[in-house]
Each structure stands twice: as C-alpha cells, then as structure tokens.
C-alpha cells in the first residue's frame, strides 16, 4: 500500500499570501495524484488531477507540480474562502487507492 | 450537473449490518467510464477508500475491509449500495459516496452520511 504523507499538518497564513502545501509518496506514483478541498461540513472537492491539471471550474490561483514521490500544492494569493483542510489522493498503485493524511490551512 | 445523496441509518449497534444506498441524479449510472466509488472519513483514519464499482458488475475492494464489503447497483432506479458486516466502533465515520471516473479519481461527492456504531 502506497503510504501519502503530507506536511505541514497546519499552515497559518494571511489573505493574499502563497500556500506552498506538500505530499510525499512511500514510492512513485508517477504524476497519479490528486489534490482535494475540504471546507468544515462539506464534501471533499476535486482541484487538481494528474499532478497539475486543474479540475473543471477550479482558479488558476491553485497549482499542483511534481511526478514520483515529491508533490506541491500551490495556492497564489490566498482568498478567504481558500481556508481548509487539503487531501492528496494517488491512483497509481490500487488497490487501494489511498490519500494523504491532509493540511489545515488556517487564517493568521 | 450530477449530484449524489447518500442515505442510511444513522446508528447501528455493532456486530450487525450497514446498509447504505447513493442515489445518483443528473448523469446515469450506466455510462460506460463512470464508475462509482464508497469513502469513508474518520478523526483517527482520515479519508479511507472502501470500494468501487461499475454498473456491469465489476467492483473493486480494499483488501482491509474486503471481507466485510457488499456492493450493488439498480440501473433502474440509478443507485448503488454498500453493505458493511460485524461493525464496531472503528466502523464510526462519516461515509461518502463519489463518482470516480475511469477508475481515476474521485470527481463528484455526496454530502456524506454519519454512521455510529454503538450500542
């Protein structure tokens, strides 16, 4: 089982600053990565696939790079609404799919 | 726009069944590349992937929860199920449905149902 470790636990930042949020893979993953948003009583939401693609009707404020075992979220000028907890999630090797234990960003 | 809500009991006492039921709307089940997946979120375990399955039948399991996983899908009705054996406390999560399309990730999520398992 491919194991996602993602770091920090907690990043504290202000609106209009850059989130840089990290995953690692246990072994590579290729670019078979997926970033997820998690606000307070929502559902997880799609934002980038394949490592760097941004899903449908997501900002291009939100980047993701990376391929193997070293992946990077990136969030340029942080809105309000931008604040919550972030998934990586990998499809390379399955079963089974498996996800990072997630990011908190929080307002400073 | 396809939207899916999941429904179930809410409380089960352990030892027993789970039996919960996403029913899909705005898209039909049966489209060839959709497959449609159960994921479960907990304080301790994070977000688990327990099983994904297509309309013609083919399902694929988590190896740690294989034993205890059931699934189904009516085409006629455009849902599918998940069944969950011999509960315990560890089983307590918020569960999901989502569209996971080609077997790639997980595009579209219900908003979630809170199962308790206690006595």
């Known amino acids: 089982e491919i194991v996602l470790t993602q770091s920090p636990a907690t990043l504290s930042l202000s609106p209009g600053e850059t989130a840089t949020l990290s995953c690692r893979a246990s072994?590579?993953?290729?670019?078979?990565l997926a970033w997820y948003q998690q606000k307070p009583g929502q559902a997880p939401r799609l934002l980038i696939y394949?490592?760097?693609t941004r899903a449908t009707g997501i900002p291009a404020r939100f980047s993701g790079s990376g391929s193997g075992t070293d992946f990077t979220l990136t969030i340029s000028s942080l809105e309000p609404e931008d604040f919550a907890v972030y998934y990586c999630q990998q499809r390379s090797n399955w079963p089974p799919f498996t996800f990072g234990q997630g990011t908190k960003l929080e307002i400073k | 726009q396809v939207l899916l809500q999941e429904s179930g009991p809410g409380l089960v006492k352990p030892s027993e069944t789970l039996s919960l039921t996403c029913n899909v709307s705005?898209?039909?089940?049966?489209?060839?590349?959709?497959?449609w997946g159960w994921i479960r979120q907990t304080p301790g375990m994070g977000l688990e992937w327990i099983a994904t399955?297509?309309?013609?039948?083919?399902?694929f399991y988590n190896p740690s929860l294989k034993s205890r996983v059931t699934t189904s899908v009516d085409t006629s009705k455009n849902l599918f199920s998940l069944t969950l054996t011999s509960l315990t406390a560890a089983d307590t999560a918020l569960y999901f449905c989502?569209?996971?399309?080609?077997?790639?990730?997980?595009?579209?999520w219900g908003q979630g149902t809170l199962v308790t398992v206690s006595s």
């Open positions: 399955l297509h309309h013609t039948g083919n399902t």
């Open positions: 705005g898209d039909s089940i049966s489209t060839t590349n959709y497959y």
């Open positions: 072994r590579t993953v290729n670019s078979y």
């Open positions: 394949d490592a760097s």
């Open positions: 989502a569209r996971h399309t080609g077997l790639r990730y997980f595009d579209s």
